[in-house]
């Protein structure tokens, strides 16, 4: 008998669609925001200044109205399949991660029938029915759950191929009244994991996954606007950014690190780390916590790629959108190596938090 041969989930192909409509922060000039029921009184330029400082936020993107997401998800998986060189038809799964499914421009109605993934697969022309295309709900890590999920799939045999989307359109969701408003931003990732034989652990070789829902599971909701006078039924978009940051700073560093101790590798070993681009402070503290975990007091310098300050928050979309970014040497300082050690992770509503490590 031969020697045993491990069957790892490896990433053969990444695409991605950044829309072309840049929002600065002077686009919000004219809005009038509100707290607790009430204008806030600070003066507008004040206000996107000091959002700017905190989040790192200083663009963002919109979609053009004749799109909807399952439409740019389409597009990005298209990129990932010519990326990896493969024909379509020889794609088992289709996982679309999302949270709002398609809203159309000034609805504000979410429309998930079919379900996104079975779009995609229509607008791809897959013919093959035993390419079953689903959709996973699970807040901003859902592309992040969606390849843990697409690495059971693989190992289990039962797929050779496995896609996994994340994909959302934020600014058809969100509360112009609202300042949190200019987080959110739209975009769609795809990435295309394969099952390979190898005597190396390669791909997907740890990850972890909680959720707090108890506690937890309110800091973000659907709710109405915050202008008292708004009455058209609207539900939109609402966090509470304050308890939030404390949340993920304190509980993101820990579920990381379970992942890496899985892996039984040391932290030194990461060389790249792809984390939601939700806040960009948020994401530093998260960094600095994690490595005094290991008693490490600063985190090496070009370990983690951000995004952030140009393509704002897009949920789902952010971490395969920043992998295909540095994939194709678009991040500068910033590439990948073979037999380089990374970790992926995210978190966002329900509370959900998770990690996988990536050996490339």
Not at 6 to 15: M, P, Q
Not at 219 to 241: C, D, Q
Not at 294 to 300: A, D, K, M, N
């Amino acid at each position: 008998m031969g020697e045993k041969r491990n069957l790892n989930s490896v990433i053969i192909g990444t695409g991605s669609y950044i829309p072309e409509n840049i929002i600065s922060g002077d686009a919000f000039l004219n809005s009038t925001f509100y707290d607790n029921g009430l204008p806030l009184e600070k003066d507008i330029h004040e206000i996107i200044s000091k959002f700017t400082e905190i989040t790192e936020i200083k663009e963002r993107r919109y979609i053009d109205d004749h799109l909807n997401n399952s439409d740019i998800a389409a597009i990005a998986a298209q990129r990932a399949i010519d990326h990896a060189q493969i024909d379509k038809e020889s794609i088992d799964h289709i996982i679309f991660c999302h949270n709002f499914g398609d809203v159309k421009p000034g609805t504000n109605r979410t429309d998930i029938l079919p379900s996104l993934a079975a779009k995609v697969k229509q607008t791809l022309n897959i013919e093959n029915p035993d390419c079953v295309a689903y959709d996973l709900i699970f807040g901003c890590p859902g592309w992040v759950q969606g390849a843990i999920q697409a690495n059971y799939l693989l190992q289990s045999g039962d797929a050779s191929r496995v896609m996994v989307i994340g994909a959302e359109t934020l600014s058809r969701i969100i509360d112009p009244h609202d300042r949190d408003t200019m987080i959110f931003s739209d975009g769609a990732a795809a990435v295309i994991f394969e099952a390979t034989a190898s005597e190396d652990h390669l791909g997907i070789i740890a990850h972890k996954t909680q959720t707090y829902a108890v506690n937890f599971g309110s800091l973000l909701t659907m709710g109405r606007s915050n202008n008292p006078e708004e009455t058209n039924g609207n539900a939109y978009l609402k966090m509470n950014g304050r308890k939030l940051y404390e949340f993920a700073v304190t509980n993101v560093p820990q579920v990381v690190k379970k992942a890496i101790d899985k892996a039984e590798i040391d932290i030194k070993d990461i060389k790249i780390v792809f984390i939601h681009q939700a806040n960009g402070k948020m994401d530093h503290a998260i960094m600095k916590r994690l490595f005094k975990l290991y008693q490490l007091e600063s985190v090496p310098e070009n370990l983690v790629p951000m995004s952030i300050c140009w393509l704002g928050n897009s949920s789902v979309a952010t971490v395969p959108t920043l992998l295909d970014l540095v994939w194709k040497g678009k991040v500068n300082g910033y590439q990948i190596n073979k037999g380089d050690y990374a970790v992926f992770a995210s978190v966002g509503a329900g509370m959900h938090i998770n990690a996988f490590i990536y050996r490339f």
